[in-house]
């Protein structure tokens, strides 16, 4: 597990653009048959990546990074949230099976000692993306299909923003200790995720980017307000967000995102809005 520590904002007004690839990108999260992940300081969040194809795949598979967090298992003390972007596939949970399907999301509980992953089709695998939290107690294993999302209409074409928020792990729809995912996709013609820009001082955030056609890019912007840097994503790739950074992202066609948030509370609308005319 690669492990990343926290960076200050005045740091980062001197990196190269390899040091801020190194400290905030994930390149790959999706390896056939392999578990991959991040452990960020920021927060403490993991960001993990999960393809079965051919096998089943726990959770645990080959590893003993669970040790840096000091567990004799990686939920003993963390809950987890997962949202599928491939094919079907069958998350098992200390026994019990939950199917997902494409853009389908599954919280699973503190406590939860056995978690595995397979493919119902190895042609065409599914591929969860998950990000995990420090929890204070436990809350039910719970799967959230599409259709039990809270859904939000954002944006326009004007402004070529016009995209559709889907909130699956989310206080509106189940009970978490800190955790909140969900699911953007943006309309036929719109490139901008989030603008204006915003920080949350109380919350930091992950950007999953997917669904890039091949050929095209999201540039993420990211920094203080006053002191903005970019990173170049391709499709399938993370970005870490500190608090005090903004995260707003713009791409050369429609794409879609899974964004994720941990830290002092789960107002999904506690956010500090800035100008546009006022970045830098």
């Known amino acids: 597990m690669d492990i990343r520590y926290s960076t200050g904002p005045q740091d980062i007004k001197r990196y190269t653009t390899q ?11 999706f390896v056939p048959d392999e578990v991959t992940g991040v452990y960020s300081h920021v927060d403490r969040i993991v960001t993990m990546g999960v393809m079965p194809v051919e096998k089943e795949v726990p ?47 599954l919280y699973v509980s503190r ?15 599914p591929k969860f993306y998950m990000c995990s939290a420090p929890a204070h107690t436990s809350y039910p294993t719970t799967p959230v299909p599409y259709e039990k999302a809270l859904v939000r209409e954002l944006g326009s074409p004007e402004t070529s923003n016009e995209r559709r928020l889907c909130q699956f792990i989310h206080p ?11 699911c953007t996709t943006l309309k036929s013609g719109s490139v901008w995720n989030t603008m204006p820009a915003h920080t949350h001082e109380r919350r930091m955030e992950v950007y999953f980017y997917f669904d890039i056609p091949a050929d095209n890019v999201v540039f993420h912007y990211m920094g203080e307000p006053q002191e903005t840097r ?8 993370a970005v870490i967000s500190p608090s005090w950074s903004v995260h707003s992202g713009c791409g050369t066609a429609s794409y879609s995102f899974i964004w ?21």
């Open 111 to 125: 406590g939860t000692k056995t978690v595995t992953f397979r493919a119902l089709d190895p042609a065409d695998p």
């Open 172 to 182: 509106g729809v189940l009970p978490t200790c800190q955790l909140l995912m969900g």
């Open 230 to 237: 970019h990173i170049v994503m391709r499709n399938e790739q």
């Open 19 to 29: 040091e801020l690839r190194d400290e905030f990108l994930i390149e790959t999260l």
């Open 260 to 280: 994720a948030m941990a830290g002092e509370n789960q107002e999904f609308d506690d956010m500090d809005s800035i100008e546009t005319t006022k970045l830098r």
């Open 59 to 105: 959770l645990d598979q080959g590893t003993d990074c669970w040790a840096s967090f000091g567990a004799h298992y990686f939920l003993e003390r963390r809950e987890l949230g997962m949202i599928n972007i491939g094919g079907r596939g069958v998350v098992t949970a200390d026994g019990t099976d939950y199917t997902l399907n494409r853009i389908e999301a």
